[in-house]
Nanobody
């Protein structure tokens, strides 16, 4: 069992920055990759970006050059640094973790990010 807790969401003006954190606990030794997703009410959850155990990252085109995912293995925490925020980045942001041993994806509870124009 893996437990994920996101934090760092809030209200920010357009052009501003925000850093989200995703703290992990539990049986994390078989986590192969972690990702950030976001969801607007009434719409499908969409991928923001992912980071593998090796540290390689991939991002959605809509956030490339503005968002950066990183990890601190000592703290078992993954971060999403968001810069040059736009009102269309407003959403609930979720982190997830893919457990390769059981092929199961865990999700956090989400954190709200609101970007005002």
């Amino acid at each position: 069992q893996v437990h994920l807790v996101e934090s760092g969401g809030g209200l920010v003006q357009a052009g501003g920055s925000l850093r989200l954190s995703c703290a992990t606990s539990g049986s994390i030794f078989s986590i192969a990759a972690m990702g950030w997703y976001r969801q607007v009410a009434g719409k499908r959850r969409e991928l923001v970006g992912v980071i593998s155990n090796s540290g390689s990252t991939n991002y959605a085109d809509s956030v490339k050059g503005r968002f950066t995912i990183s990890r601190d293995n000592a703290k078992n925490t993954v971060y999403l640094q968001m810069s040059s925020l736009k009102p269309e980045d407003t959403a609930v942001y979720y982190c997830n973790a893919f457990d390769i041993s059981i092929r199961f994806t865990y999700w956090g509870q989400g954190t709200q990010v609101t970007v005002s124009s």
